[in-house]
């Protein structure tokens, strides 16, 4: 695309990181952290921090589940009061349906008003009509409203091309207390591994530490009964990394696709092939090996059948050897891209670079759901940029008035 270069959109990310409050962060990392920078750098990988949009942050550890001190400069906090304070109505608890177009335009949306539980049906349907339609439902959300309304899509391309970033999943025992739980989750990261190979060639990945606590630790942790409590107990000296695999660039790596199931919600199917599972099988090596050159006594990847290795030389061996396999092989996912790709042309995408649907006139899509491919990056931040330019360009369109100008 074009018009989306890197100079077109440094500024709209300088806006938005501005607006947002991303900054480096000066605290020291956490030990969770500190494993993987430290077995990094004696491997020669090299180790970058990761800045946060944080205002005031208490360092708590908390931010996965909303900050409990407000220092997260979310949405909450920032472009939905900013919003209220231009005039906005925000309508809670409300299910968006179905868009009613006609004439390559659309006149309304019908919603469904949501019990205080957020999920169930109240019973009562609300219509909302304006002039113009901007769907920012996410990158499931989004195609799944467009497919329910049965929108123009002759190119067969809504709800494809849905990629994931699929993260795998390293776990190790060390010999001091981690208490991964407390402080910043997430302030290191490694990108080396993005970059060992072409964009379109074997999938790179990118290296994180995630949010662990207990509940989290233990749904995620292979097998029950005795020997899952057993490694629980070990729960304050676990550290755990994450690799998140470059998807939707290489020619075999086609994304997933989010379909509507009988009651009408999406169904997201994502097929993990093989050009999926070796990069998931380098990925597994490489954080054993830099957990073990951390210090590491022992580590297992998140797997069904996977053992403890007390040493790289066994791990080596043994991840080598692993079948790797849906349900065996533990792969999540935090970053859902795609769905209402952008092109250049209709007969490639269901929007142009701007978010407007190519078929009706009055429907912005403005989300996560439009990028083409994965971004190789934990996405808010891109988001965020390309939202910014989109809403100004359409708030533009429609008042008449120019584009605000960005230094
Ligand atoms: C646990 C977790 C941790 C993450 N951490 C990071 C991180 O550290 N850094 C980072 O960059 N990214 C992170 N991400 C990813 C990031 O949150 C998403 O990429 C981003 O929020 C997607 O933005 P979006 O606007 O596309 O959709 P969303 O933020 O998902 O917004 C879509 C909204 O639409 C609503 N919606 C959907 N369907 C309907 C409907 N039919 N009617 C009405 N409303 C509807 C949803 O409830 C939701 O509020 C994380 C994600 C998760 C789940």
Redesign the pocket.
Known sequence: MRQLSAEAMSSWFAVMEHKLWVRPWETPPNQNNRVLGSGAEKLGIPIDAIRRNVKGCWNLGY??MGCPTNAKQS?LLTAIPAALNRGATLYTR????RLRFSGGRISALD?MALRPDGIHPSGKRVQLRARHFVS???????P??LLRSGVPDPHRLLGKRTFLHPVVISSALMPERVDAYAGAP?TLYSDFFLQQAAIDGPLGFKLETP?LHPVLYATTLQGFGAAHQALMREFTRVNVILALLRDGFNPESQGGQVRLGRDGLPVLDYPLGEVIWEAARRALLAMAEIQFAAGARAVTPVHETAPLYSSWAQAKKGIAELPLKPLLCRVVS????GGCGMADAPQRGVVDHRGRHFWLGNLSV????VFPTSLG???????YGL?ARNASLLAADLSGRPPPLIP
């Open positions: 931010c996965g949405m409300l299910r968006a349906e919603c920012a439902a996410g990158a499931i959300g989004s799944a409203l997430q949010p935090a970053h859902v891209m403005l989300d996560g759901s990056a934990n996405p808010q931040l891109s988001i939202v």
